[in-house]
């Protein structure tokens, strides 16, 4: 057992309003800057919906994440010969395209135009070249559209759907929508890092967080089409990649990262986790459909004496082991089981979990509703207007299962606090759907309390950062005085 | 063409359809300044498009993204089509208010001067108890006690914008 630490988190999409107020705080905070202006390091997308850049998730086109080929994983978009060929073209690199031209508007129009029988007005003027632009495409194109001939209708998760799923999704009074908010997965099995030719790429040893160093990138790009999330950014102006850092300098003062600190639905949350990081490969080569169930035994159970005395014997903190006991993250993923990796079958072990949302029921089948037709409680969260289909697609490498789990789970949960609060639920029917769904009360009310009676710090338990025992080599702290979050050049005290 | 609401004096300038025109809340708006923002409209589509459904689109030969032109006895807006399947047929939206002083072309039915913006199209109509008056809230101000969204609820003409012109 090689036990690490890793700062993960959960989104809970039930509660996501889709008001990218995220999206901003980060954007103000980090990606305001030339070069830098088409990167959204946080984003909010319209599912169902071809997100930012345009059908990232067709892995086709972009060639992002793991394979298994022969019982080995192998880079989709690198490999030692293939970098050669590929350094200075890489075909499936997204381009201005695929993601958007950034723009603004010529405002000095409006105090400059001379003297005229109409109106001045600003045009759009394009933010790479300065000149006028026809808006073609933007980061959230496809926002709010729920179902668009051109967008919704290419996502790449309506593949599996059947052809009266697939009507039913663009059909008004039938269609359904939900919000789908990304940022850069940390994962635990990071393909960005590992398709770098300079080495530039590398995952935090204290708290997993997936890092491009600047000295050492030299913008080959690898790392944009290896990512099958596409969370790395290329920035033109200074010739290094970019990507969300988890606002580290935040961590390290015992903030929680902008995006989550600002969150208006509270629908993020944020903890340590334990993982044994020697079964990482073994983990990554699973079938698809033990994927989620592996990442999950990755996760180790932070009271188990036997998992102390190894964290500690890595030289991992009492303070983040206690951290990682209080983790929110944990509760949602290994013990309530409601919480599921994004696309795992691209095997990069994304360490941000999202609860599936609940979905209105289909209006109506058979000229009647589907109230209380059946003696099946939860014929409901297969009847949903979001098909299991594309759901599973999501969040369970194709398998329903561990979608209708989590959905069961959820439902069961309401039940129980309707019983409570609105009493037109009897006890047996509220014990009943409990057992069903594989739930406790006492579990039910922990997931009610952590999902709607939450504070700021049960939502983020963030550790003390430990940067006096950083496993990496820090910046020079003479030329980084009086920043946040300098370190030490010599002498780590654990290693890799 | 059958006069109708706020279509008895304009003409059918031809390939256009009557559809029910409304300025709902929009979601960006979330104050009522700072919505259209460089910031905010391009986490949109850099302008307030007209939402109409893909069905309406069908028959006015549109793309999404496409620029529309918009008009009833009232006014002329000019601006890009959003095509949703969220929408139903017969209907069109556009989120109140975008300024007028970013990404407004000319209007070739207002003989080519500059288009108006949302509420160009509506028009108030006072009804007794938004007159009353007399007494604090009650007393009409304009943008402050007034009819509200569902009294901009209208109809008009929307085409294909032929050209564009700024």
């Known amino acids: ?496 | 063409m059958k006069e109708f609401g706020d279509l008895r004096f304009t003409q059918d300038p031809g390939k256009s359809l009557m559809l029910n025109y409304m300025t709902p809340h929009g979601k960006w708006k979330i104050h009522s300044t700072y919505s259209d923002n460089q910031r905010m409209t391009t986490l949109s589509r850099g302008i307030e498009p007209l939402w109409i459904s893909e069905i309406d689109a069908a028959r006015l030969e549109l793309v999404d993204n496409d620029w529309v032109e918009i008009h009833n006895d009232n006014g002329v807006v000019v601006t890009r089509a959003a095509v949703s399947a969220r929408i139903p047929p017969g209907i069109c939206i556009q989120y109140h208010a975008p300024e007028r002083t970013y990404s407004v072309p000319k209007s070739p039915l207002r003989n080519g001067k500059r288009a108006g913006g949302h509420n160009s199209l509506t028009r108030i109509r006072m009804k007794p108890n938004l007159m009353v008056g007399g007494y604090g809230q009650f007393t009409f101000h304009f943008n402050y006690w007034g009819p509200t969204g569902v009294n901009r609820d209208t109809h008009i003409l929307v085409r294909k914008l032929p050209n564009l012109e700024w």
Request: charged letters at 25%.
């Open chain 1, 1 to 496: 057992m090689d036990v690490r630490s890793q700062v993960a988190m959960v989104f809970h999409l039930d509660k996501c309003i889709g008001c990218h107020t995220c999206s901003v705080a980060c954007k103000n905070i980090w990606t305001d800057r030339k070069g830098a202006e088409y990167m959204w390091w946080n984003n909010v997308e319209t599912k169902p919906g071809t997100g930012f850049p345009t059908a990232w998730e067709d892995q086709e086109k972009y060639d992002g994440g793991w394979e298994l080929e022969n019982g080995k994983l192998r880079l989709k978009s690198a490999s030692k010969t293939q970098t050669i060929f590929n350094i200075f073209h890489h075909p499936h690199m997204p381009t201005m395209d695929d993601y958007y031209e950034p723009w603004t508007y010529d405002y000095q129009e409006l105090f400059n135009a001379p003297p005229g029988e109409d109106q001045p007005v600003a045009r759009p003027i394009s933010m790479v070249t300065g000149e006028l632009i026809n808006i073609q495409s933007g980061p959230n194109w496809d926002d709010d559209l729920g179902g668009s001939p051109i967008y919704a209708r290419n996502d790449p998760n309506l593949e599996s759907l059947t052809p009266e799923a697939r009507r039913q999704l663009f059909a008004v009074e039938e269609l359904v929508m939900f919000y789908f908010p990304r940022i850069c997965n940390h994962c635990l099995n990071p393909s960005c890092v590992a398709s770098c030719p300079s080495g530039a790429l590398y995952k935090r040893g204290e708290d997993g967080i997936v890092l491009v160093d600047q000295n050492r990138c030299r913008g080959w790009r690898a790392c944009v089409p290896a990512c099958p999330y596409k969370k790395v950014y290329y920035n033109w102006n200074v010739g290094k990649s970019e990507k969300c850092i988890l606002c580290y300098p935040r961590l390290e003062t015992g903030q929680a990262p902008a995006c989550f600190h600002s969150c208006v639905g509270r629908i993020r949350y944020l903890g340590v986790v334990l993982y044994d990081a020697s079964r990482i490969e073994e983990t990554a080569k699973l079938p698809a459909d033990q994927l989620v169930e592996g990442q999950r035994r990755l996760i180790l159970d932070p009271n188990d004496p036997e998992v102390i005395a190894a964290a500690r014997n890595n030289g991992i903190h009492d303070s983040v082991i206690e951290s990682a006991q209080k983790s929110p993250v944990y509760q949602f993923v290994n013990v309530w089981k409601i919480a599921l990796p994004p696309h795992i079958e691209y095997r990069t072990m994304p360490m941000l979990f999202y609860v599936p949302p609940l979905a209105p029921v289909m209006s109506e089948r058979q000229g009647t509703t589907l109230t209380n037709i059946s003696e099946d409680l939860f014929h409901d969260i297969d009847d949903a207007r979001i098909p299991m289909k594309f759901m599973a697609s999501l969040f369970g490498a194709g398998h329903e299962d561990y979608v209708r789990y989590a959905l069961r789970k959820q439902k069961a949960v309401r039940w129980y606090r309707r019983a409570l609060t609105v009493g037109d639920v009897t006890a047996e029917m509220v014990d009943r759907m409990l057992r069903e769904a594989d739930c406790s009360r006492e579990e039910a009310e922990a997931i009610y309390r952590l999902t709607s009676l939450c504070t700021f710090e049960q939502r983020f338990v963030i550790p003390p950062m430990h940067r006096e025992e950083a496993i990496e080599m820090m910046e020079d702290p003479m030329e980084h005085k009086q920043e946040t979050g300098f370190g030490f050049l010599h002498g780590p005290r654990r290693t890799m």
